[in-house]
């Protein structure tokens, strides 16, 4: 009689998190894209605002970002985000960009 035993993965490694946008689980790829994942100097409409806290989505709303207005990435410099709201350039890092959901 041979000796059948067969590995069964019980100590598999986890995938590590492919995004560095600060969030270690549950980072919502699935849900939209977030301005992370823009292509540069294209125009896109924000779908929606994914704020934590309020104190994020009312700095967003301040800057014209609400669902519906436009919004295009400029530049992408290691955290930051060059973006255009309404003929307007602002700066954000990754964490904000990350919040801003575009169609």
Not at 4 to 12: A, C, P, Q, V, Y
Request: hydrophobic residues 35%; charged residues 25%.
């Amino acid at each position: 009689m041979e000796n059948s035993f067969k590995f069964t993965g019980l100590f598999k490694r986890r995938r590590r998190h492919h995004c560095n946008h600060g969030r270690k689980n549950n980072c919502g790829h699935g849900r939209g894209n977030s301005l992370i994942h823009a292509e540069l100097n294209q125009e896109y409409t924000i779908k929606k605002i994914r704020a934590d806290n309020d104190k994020i989505g009312n700095f967003l709303f301040s800057l014209g970002c609400f669902p519906g207005s436009k919004v295009t990435v400029v530049s992408k410099i290691a955290n930051q985000y060059v973006i255009v709201i309404k003929n307007a350039r602002y700066s954000i890092d990754k964490e904000l960009a990350w919040c801003i959901v575009v169609d």
